[in-house]
């Protein structure tokens, strides 16, 4: 019998009063995957989230998590999450609020205080576990919001930006913790903007603009395929450049330096012998794999619109 | 069940900030500061008409209690209404709501977790303010209010009624715009009972009848007013009910309906708090 997908969506859409915050979200993030969930600012990715985990209301559309409907509670004991805007009851020490969340997935005392421990350790907060959450700093309060996104082993846990309040090391640590979860066979829902994490952490990523999604594919094969090329050449002209679009997009220039993307490295030798039967002087052509960050930029756009 | 998780970690809450050692403290004080004023005033009584005629001391020992009483009434209900304004908005607004929320809990569990834990930690702070006037007068002179249980029970009715309104404000109004919503509505509740006990000592004239209608509908806005007279009738001395005169009563009491109504009234709240806490986004 085959697994229902950790996370499937339907045509989900979300308008808030008369503001569209997501058009359609259509979705399938399959058990064991490393999902990256990438769009600008007000793309509706956290609204897309917490649709995700029936904190809102979806306008119309379905979704399931396990194949189990949204809205219904019960699927949400296998799912960890941490919020973006982590905010916690700051008057709990450590252990307490991860006791009390513990609680709330209705784990036995006995199998939470053996876990505790080593959650608290796992993030690095063995030595705070008696200290109030207003004492954590923002690096702090985040290890601890991911401590209780585990407590319950979930088979999914959805990570709302879960590096932007930590140093290089605890980056390095969410990070590792990640990578363990895969292994572990757990899925992880990652939302962030920082696209070198999800460069090393994901198998597949989405794109999301003006609440939809616009791109779907595995990292290898988004990666693999494009790559930036650096040519600097004379006697170009506009119909030239038009012409070199039939290979490449993206195309920037600066004096005799060009920049542009080219979606297959093949496309390169070709670029070349058009331009010399064109008469241009070629006097360097490089090229580099494409970033993560140039590939967003691409595929979402940089004229800041949302 | 989760509810029982929620109500632990909104009584926890009160009792970390403080808000039950300010409670307790502050309680503690009234009754030390009412303790002695009463000895004192009856000290002073008792010397002036002698302690042999038992139907005026008793009359001056009840009319020292409906005073402890009206002060029980009115600092329960404001801190019915102080502890919970902010329990559902704040935590909305800060998004300490959405880590709760995302776990297997219905959104009932929470806000009934919530109004279990206040209801709990209010029902101790009654207890101790209402049982201490109580207590104090009876262990001073004797005296106990002729159904100090039914005076409890409608001191207790009219502070979960109050919760039970702030905790449904709570759920679609900002913290500041609920407290004026609370507060607003005992406001008129209150000045609603006075204006119809005013009304009830004018008779029949037109004027007086109006007024007790203001009163009635003003209980129906908000029953809060017409519990307090209502327990003022459990409380009060049988002489002073029938002659009806004493700022703490009126000729007219309200009726055993009105309890009822409050009690629907309080449910309707709750589950309007329910509902709509249900309905919306996080």
Redesign the interface.
Known sequence: MQLSPAIQTSNLRKE?NSKLAVSDLTLTVERGEVFGFLGPNGAGKTTSV?ML?????PTSGKGKLFGVPLSE?????Q?G?L?E?????E??RADEFLM??A????MPRDLSSQRIPELLDLVGLSSHSHKKLSQFSKGMLQRI?LA?ALLNRPGLVILDEPTSGLDPVGRRLVRDIIRDLSEGGTTVFLNSHFLSEIEVTCDRVAFIKKGEVIRISTLNNLMGGYMTVELRARNMNPEIIQELTEWCQDIREDGERFTFSVPDESNIPVINRYLVNQNVEVFSLSSQHISLEDLFIQIVGTEGEL | MSTFTIARLTFYEASRRKILLAALLLGVLFLIIYGLGFHYLMLDVEDSIGIRDRVQLNEIRNFLLMAGMFVVNFLTSVMAVLTSVDTVSGEINSGTIQTLAAKPIRRWELISGKWLGFAVMLTLYLLLMAGGVMAIVYLRTGYSAPHPFRGLGLLWLNVLLLLSVSIFGGTFLSTLANGVLVFGLYGIAFIGGWIEQIGSYMGKVSAGQVAIKIGIITSLIMPSEAIWRRTVFELQSPLVKALGFSPFSALYYPSTYMVLYAVLFLLAAFAMAVWLFSQRDL
């Open positions: 808030f917490k985990l029936n904190l809102i209301s509670p019960g699927i949400r004991a799912v999450f919020p805007h982590f905010r916690f009851h008057w709990l009390l969340h609680d709330l997935y209705r919001g209780q």
